[in-house]
């Protein structure tokens, strides 16, 4: 349901930057939320951002907020997730999804409520 990739590879240092995209197939992004969540290992799954339909109103957590920032583009069915500042303890896999809300301008942090999963994107911060 969502084809990932990484731009900018090879080994991210700390304070580098890193974007994520994702774009959706066999279905539309425009009444769907989009939530990115992160597995770290040895650690539970965590929200770390969502953006709701009307493509401006975004949300993040907190060990998150003013380093990431996350994106949309309706028309061509992708999201984004730009990562800036990045710390060592951002090492994860990241996940893109997609959750119907019935055209309400709200996003979800909770991931039993999506719909569709985008493959783990593995990103590592390390010198």
């Known amino acids: 349901r969502f084809s990932c990739r990484r731009l900018g590879g090879g080994l991210v240092q700390p304070g580098g930057s890193l974007r994520l995209s994702c774009a959706a197939s066999?279905?539309?992004?425009?009444?769907?939320?989009i939530g990115w969540f992160r597995q770290a290992p040895g650690k539970e799954r965590e929200w770390v951002s969502c953006?709701?339909?009307?493509?401006?109103?975004?949300y993040y957590a907190d060990s998150v907020k003013g380093r990431f920032s996350v994106s949309r583009e309706n028309g061509n069915n992708t999201i984004f997730l730009q990562m800036n500042s990045l710390k060592p303890e951002d090492t994860a896999v990241y996940y893109c999804?997609?959750?119907?809300?019935?055209?309400?301008?709200?996003?979800?942090?909770?991931?039993?409520?999506?719909?569709?999963w985008g493959k783990g994107t593995q990103v590592t911060v390390s010198s």
């Open positions: 999804a997609a959750e119907d809300l019935g055209g309400s301008y709200y996003c979800s942090h909770d991931p039993d409520g999506m719909d569709y």
């Open positions: 066999g279905f539309e992004l425009h009444l769907f939320a």
């Open positions: 953006i709701d339909i009307s493509e401006r109103t975004t």
